[in-house]
C-alpha cells in the first residue's frame, strides 16, 4: 500500500507529508501492542481492521473490531504520561496506523498547527463516543441475573453495531465479546441463542450474526428463559 493512496479517515489527512514518519503498516495477524504493556504513544488506524483482545481465565478473547479513524490510546496524549494498555491491538487484515507520542504531537504543532487540531478533535469525538458506550454497558450489566444481562448485552450490541432492515435489526454477536462481559460458559451463550431462534425473536443467520426481530419481543423472553433455561441463573 503506498503512502500516496492514503488519504483521510476520521477527518485526519494521512496523505500529509509531515506525517509520513509516523505511518506504521502491519501485516495480517501482527501486533500493534499487547494487553498490559507500556505505552507512551496514540494510535489512529488510516487502513484495515484491528481487533481488540484481552486474556480472562487465562484464555485471550477477542472483544471489538476497530475500524479506519478509531483511536487507541490516547492517554498517551492527553495525560503526557506512559500507561499500561488496557487490551492488546492486533491487525485483522493489513493495517496502516499512525504512530505518535506527546513530542512527536508537539513537533507536528510547531509545524502545522491545523492538523493538530484534527487530531485532538478526533481525539474528542471517539472519547465522548466510547463514554456513551461504556454508560450504556454499565446499565446493561447492572442485573444481577446473567439471562437478564445476556438479552440486555444483545440490546446493547445492537443499538451501537447493528444494521437496521425492514425485518429487524442484523448485528454481530462474537462469543469471545460475550464471555467477556458475562461469565457464561460457550454452552449457556449457545443454549440460549438456540431458544431465542427457536422463538423466531434472535434468528442465527450464520458465522455469529443474528436478526433480532423485535426488541420488546426479546425484552419479554426473559422470564421465559428463565424458566427453560434454569441452570443459567447464576450469576
Known amino acids: ?90 491487525a485483522k487484515t493489513d493495517v496502516v496506523a499512525m504512530e505518535m507520542s506527546s513530542i512527536d504531537m508537539e513537533d507536528l504543532e510547531n509545524k502545522n498547527p491545523s492538523i493538530v487540531i484534527r487530531i485532538f478533535e478526533r481525539i474528542g469525538k471517539i472519547s465522548v463516543e466510547r463514554l456513551d458506550r461504556i454508560d450504556h454497558l454499565i446499565k446493561v450489566l447492572r442485573p444481577a441475573n446473567n439471562v437478564e444481562r445476556l438479552i440486555y448485552l444483545v440490546i446493547h450490541f445492537c443499538h ?5 432492515t425492514p425485518q429487524g435489526t442484523l448485528v454481530h454477536l462474537p462469543m469471545d465479546t460475550i464471555r467477556y462481559y458475562i461469565s457464561m460458559t460457550p454452552f449457556d451463550i449457545e443454549t440460549s441463542f438456540g431458544e431465542l431462534d427457536r422463538l423466531g425473536i434472535l434468528v442465527d443467520q450464520g458465522e455469529g450474526t443474528y436478526l433480532m426481530t423485535e426488541q420488546a419481543k426479546l425484552i419479554a423472553s426473559i422470564p421465559q428463559l428463565r424458566d427453560n433455561l434454569p441452570e443459567l441463573r447464576a450469576v
Open 1 to 90: 500500500m503506498k503512502a500516496e493512496s492514503l488519504k483521510f479517515a476520521g477527518n485526519i489527512p494521512f496523505a500529509d507529508p509531515l506525517l509520513k514518519p509516523y505511518i506504521r503498516r502491519y501485516k495480517a495477524g501482527e501486533e500493534l501492542f499487547e494487553q498490559g504493556e507500556v505505552g507512551n504513544t496514540l494510535f489512529i488506524i488510516a487502513e484495515g481492521t484491528v481487533q481488540l483482545t484481552a486474556t480472562r481465565d487465562e484464555q485471550e478473547l477477542f472483544i471489538s473490531e476497530i475500524a479506519p479513524g478509531h483511536v487507541l490510546g490516547e492517554k498517551a496524549i492527553v495525560g503526557k504520561s506512559p500507561h499500561k494498555r488496557f487490551f492488546g491491538a492486533r
Open 160 to 164: 451501537f453495531e447493528g444494521q437496521k
